[in-house]
């Protein structure tokens, strides 16, 4: 799946990676356009969760104009410290899937499946659960465009609607750029 270069992409554009808990639910050949319309609401939300839990503050030197940024900062900890807590309880309270190396963007995913596999040319939701604080997945609508004999899945989404999609970009951008970041960083010595 993944080739090594810096930049991950899937159909020509910018792709979120990561190992993350992924099933496929078969759908009929017909969407229920209520049901397309609750799935695109509910990814919304979780997108919008998503991004507001990966907003951290910078860890600096709290500005000296700024009379309470380190009160803030704290609260800002402990707040991520609460939503890691949370997190694993939920995570332990509920069934997920088996986590997997997943690439998705707004056109579709690729992601190594588990026998029995869908067939070339079914359509099924993929849900993808990004963090462990929260409770509901994504849930993307698509065909299934080829299955290897290893269990490569590749879908190609139907078009999730303007504000996931967009809301999806920014975040294989976030994750690219840290990505990036991540690389420029000097390693120190030990």
């Not at 104009?65 to 380190?70: F, G, L, T, V, Y």
């Not at 899945?153 to 139907?158: A, D, Q, S």
């Not at 609607?161 to 975040?171: C, N, P, W, Y």
Request: glycine residues 6%; proline residues 8%; negative net charge.
């Amino acid at each position: 799946m993944y080739d090594g270069s810096d930049t991950i992409v899937l159909y020509e554009e910018l792709a979120y990676q990561d190992m993350l808990p992924v099933a496929w639910r078969p759908l009929p050949d017909t969407l229920d356009a209520d049901l397309s319309a609750a799935f695109s609401d509910a990814n919304v939300r979780v997108l919008q969760s998503c991004a507001a839990i990966e907003e951290h503050g910078h860890i600096e030197k709290p500005d000296e104009n700024a009379p309470h940024a380190a009160d803030l900062l704290r609260i800002d900890m402990k707040i991520n410290v609460l939503l890691d807590l949370v997190g694993r309880i939920l995570a332990g309270s509920q069934t997920r899937p088996a986590a997997t190396m997943i690439r998705f963007n707004a056109l579709g995913a690729t992601w190594r499946g588990n026998a029995p596999y869908p067939k070339p040319g079914s359509q099924g939701t993929v849900e993808i659960y990004l963090r462990d604080c929260l409770p509901e997945p994504l849930r993307l609508i698509g065909r299934v465009t080829n299955v290897s004999t290893d269990g490569d899945i590749k879908i190609r989404f139907v078009p999730p609607g303007e504000a996931t999609a967009d809301l999806l970009e920014k975040l294989s951008f976030r994750r690219h750029r840290r990505q990036i970041a991540g690389t420029r960083q000097p390693r120190r010595a030990p």
